[in-house]
C-alpha cells in the first residue's frame, strides 16, 4: 500500500481489515470537523457503521498515520459496482493536524489513484461555508459549482500513464511494509 514520509509521519492506503483504523480516526474528529466532513451532524453509531463498510464499498482509503495512529484520511469510491468513469473523493484531517498540507497531500494521491483506474470525472461535495476544502480542491484546478449551501466539485483526472501507474505501485510496496511494521511495534507493545 502507498506510503510516504513527511511532517513526522507516512502516508499509505488502507488493507481491507484495517477498517478499526479508519474507524477510530473518524470518531475522533471534533464536532465541527464531523459535520464538515459528512455534511451535517452525525452519530457515533452512524460512524462504525460507515467505516465498518469501508471494504465492501470497494473504497481505496489513504491514511496519513503518525506513531501507528491514523490522524487523516482520503476516500476514493467508485459510483456502482466496478470502476467506471466517474468516482467521489472525500477528506478528512483531525483538527491539530489541519493547515500543514496534508489534505492537499491527500488529494493529489487519490487523483493519481483515479487516474490510474481511468476514472475521468472525480467529484467531491462539501458545504459551501467550507473554505479549507474549496481552498484544496482549487489548488487541482476543480470545477466548483455551488448550490443551495454545497459546493460540488469536479476534477478531470489526466489519463493514466506508465509514471502515474508505476508510482503508485511502488508506493504500494513501500506501505505494504509500513503496514506490517505498524503492526510487529504494537504486538510487542501489546506483549
Ligand atoms: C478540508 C481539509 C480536508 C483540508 O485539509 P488540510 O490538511 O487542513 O488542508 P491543507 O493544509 O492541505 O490546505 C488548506 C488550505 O486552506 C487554506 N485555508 C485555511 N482556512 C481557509 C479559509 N477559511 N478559507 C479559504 N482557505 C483557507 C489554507 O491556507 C491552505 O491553503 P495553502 O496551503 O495555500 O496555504 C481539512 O481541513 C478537514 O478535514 N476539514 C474537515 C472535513 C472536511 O471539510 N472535509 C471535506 C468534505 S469531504
New binding site residues.
Partial sequence: MSEHRFWGGTIRKLWPTESDKFRDHLLR?DK????????HSVSDAFIEDYASRMSDMGAIVYGYFIDGEMR?A??LRKIGDVWGHEAE???????P???????????GRVIRSARNRGVHLLF????AE???????AR?YDANLNFEYGEVIGEIIPENASYFSLFAEAVEDRMGYMMAVLDLQSRLSNAA
Avoid at 32 to 39: G, V
Avoid at 89 to 95: C, D, H, L, M, Y
Fill in positions: 474528529l465541527q470537523t464531523r459535520r464538515l466532513r459528512f455534511a487523516a482520503a476516500e473523493a472525500a477528506f478528512s484531517v483531525e483538527g493536524h489541519q493547515q500543514k498540507g496534508i489534505g492537499t497531500e491527500l488529494m467531491m461535495s462539501c458545504l467550507n473554505g479549507k476544502m474549496l481552498s484544496v489548488k
